[in-house]
């Protein structure tokens, strides 16, 4: 079981920046790409965006693309996401997850992922 950890969540006004880690407690993160998903009350998990095992592959939600950032570190064992220019929208849970599969064209569902950490709150004033 691998259990992860998201870090960096806060408060912060419209226009500003975040950084979000994904810290998983066993070195093996290298085995599995990487999501970062978000959720607002009576709302779906919503893709956000995806990065390959190497980092050589990312993927982005069209709502974000140009303003995060995914990259890894496998050396450190964690995940990122850089988030700027942030918006009220952006406002909901952020939850980072693993998938032990390899090139799946399906990064965007939720259910592919195999293990989720507990989320991290983000919250964009205007």
């Known amino acids: 079981q691998v259990q992860l950890v998201e870090s960096g969540g806060g408060l912060v006004q419209s226009g500003g920046s975040l950084r979000l880690s994904c810290a998983a407690s066993e070195r093996v993160l290298s085995n599995y790409a990487v999501g970062w998903f978000r959720q607002t009350p009576g709302k779906e998990r919503e893709f956000v965006a995806h990065?390959?095992?190497?980092?050589?592959?990312?993927y982005y939600a069209d709502s974000v693309k140009g303003r995060f950032t995914i990259y890894r570190d496998n050396a450190k064992n964690t995940g990122y996401l850089q988030m700027n220019s942030l918006k009220p929208e952006d406002t909901a849970v952020y939850y980072c997850a693993a998938d032990l599969s390899v090139g799946s064209d399906r990064y965007y569902e939720a259910g592919v992922y195999d293990w989720w950490g507990q989320g991290t709150q983000v919250t964009v004033s205007s």
């Open positions: 990065i390959s095992r190497s980092g050589g592959v990312t």
